[in-house]
């Protein structure tokens, strides 16, 4: 996807810019950017409508009823009895390094 020859390329910025620049120096107002060389804007998807009908599509693929969503409350959480874990087992202590004894010098 290289190409040598880069002879068919402009830079478009540099040159409307070295106008800008040329127009500031001498007082007069730069030039207005052209809109001629505008890309054509794309089409405006709506992201949920697009989503909701995925959606849609695949629950009727599997049998499923298509229509609107169930909002349930969630379940609150269990408190614990009196401050201490339920279902878990203690922690096991680990066993500290004990460090070898010293020698005496000299005797």
Do not use: C, F, H, N
């Not at 620049?21 to 709506?46: L, M, N, Y």
């Not at 009823?65 to 909002?71: Q, R, Y």
């Amino acid at each position: 996807m290289t190409t040598d020859d880069i002879s068919g390329y402009r830079d478009e910025y540099r040159q409307a810019l070295e106008a800008v620049i040329e127009a500031k120096a001498e007082g007069r107002q730069p030039p207005k950017p052209s809109t001629e060389a505008e890309e054509p804007g794309g089409k405006v998807v709506d992201l949920m409508a697009a989503l909701q009908e995925s959606v849609r599509k695949a629950q009727a693929a599997r049998g499923e009823d298509a229509g609107e969503a169930e909002v349930r409350e969630m379940p609150t959480a269990k408190k614990k009895a009196a401050g201490k874990t339920v279902g878990k087992a203690p922690a096991k202590k680990t066993a500290t390094a004990k460090k070898p004894a010293r020698r005496q010098r000299g005797a």
